[in-house]
């Protein structure tokens, strides 16, 4: 991967960034992502921010090296700390686990007044986020799952509006599999929630040998809940 080419996963984020906008990349590693939109000419400015030394200094040397300094801004700073209010259109946080980039949008939440698009790509936890958008009155707009390197990811975009526009009456099932890709039920999306079936199967029948504890009967109750809402939507 470099800034001619992304990764299947940062360029789904990347096909999602509207032609103009200016964008903030939040741990943006070694900037790959800003510096391809940049030279694509689809943003005309971006900020690529990193919390921690080595990466910001990765992402500065990446600018720097393609003589992007101009159109890229790259900012050390925790979360969407590095931004100002009305600084940008779009917010990209890929690569992160789903409550992480809820914690960095929630504690930077004055910063998003005016921010029209939301592109987040957790690696775990996609619901920790619809959970967060649903909580904030952002509207989930669109959603992509893709395999790449046997790993398996989600792009969840977001913009301000109705929270609940997407949901229709299965709010808790959208919640867990994603609306969009609930409806679209791809073969990555059919193989993932096959795994997880699976995996909260061999769960349940390890709990089954535990003690019947209040706090196993509930985390039983959980499982049953979510296996039989993937079979509902598998169809198995």
Known sequence: MNTEKLSARLQAVADFIPKGFKLADIG???AY???????KGKVPFAIAGEVVEGPFQSALNQVTEEELSEQISVRKGNGLEVIEVNE?????IAGMGGALI???LEAGKEKLSNVKRLILQPNISAISI???LLQNDWELVNEKILEEDGKIYEVLVAEQGNPHQSYTNELHKGLLLGPFLMKEKNNVFIK???DEKRNWERILSQLAEANGSEEVQSKIMELKEKITMVEEVLGN
Request: charged share 25%; with cysteine.
């Open 33 to 39: 992502l800003p510096c391809y939109v940049v030279k």
């Open 28 to 30: 943006s590693d070694h």
């Open 130 to 132: 619809r959970e967060w």
């Open 192 to 194: 993932k929630w096959q």
């Open 102 to 104: 809820s914690n960095i």
């Open 88 to 92: 940008v259109d779009c917010i990209t």
